[in-house]
Nanobody
Framework: QVQLQESGGGLVQAGGSLRLSCAAPGRAISVYAMAWFRQAPGKERELVAV????????YYMDSVKGRFTVSRDNAKNTVYLQMNSLKPEDTAVYYC?????????????????????WGQGTQVTVSS
């Protein structure tokens, strides 16, 4: 069992930045591909970004490309999502997710069902 803890959410004006963190205390995340999902009210949960075990590969949803950056520090058992140029449509609860991966460069699928472990989420609200 992997417990994931998100932090860093909050209220920010459009154009601003936030950095989300996802920690796995006492657990080595180096064996997991890690992802960020988000869910806005009335909408399905969607993949925002995913990063491979090694950090060498990543994938982003089209609407955040060039604005968001996913990174990881395996020594600190933490994954980050740097969010710049935020827009009101980025408002959602952001979730961290993990999936065990055999290959260092593997990227899991983009669906909710492709991930085994989830955090409780952190709210991001972008005002216009």
């Amino acid at each position: 069992q992997v417990q994931l803890q998100e932090s860093g959410g909050g209220l920010v004006q459009a154009g601003g930045s936030l950095r989300l963190s996802c920690a796995a205390p006492g657990r080595a995340i180096s064996v997991y591909a890690m992802a960020w999902f988000r869910q806005a009210p009335g909408k399905e949960r969607e993949l925002v970004a995913v990063i491979s075990r090694s950090g060498g590969r990543s994938y982003y949803m089209d609407s955040v490309k060039g604005r968001f950056t996913v990174s990881r520090d395996n020594a600190k058992n933490t994954v980050y999502l740097q969010m710049n140029s935020l827009k009101p449509e980025d408002t959602a609860v952001y979730y961290c997710a993990a999936k065990a991966a055999a290959l260092l460069a593997a990227l899991p699928g983009t669906g909710v069902g492709d991930y085994n472990y989830w955090g409780q989420g952190t709210q991001v609200t972008v005002s216009s």
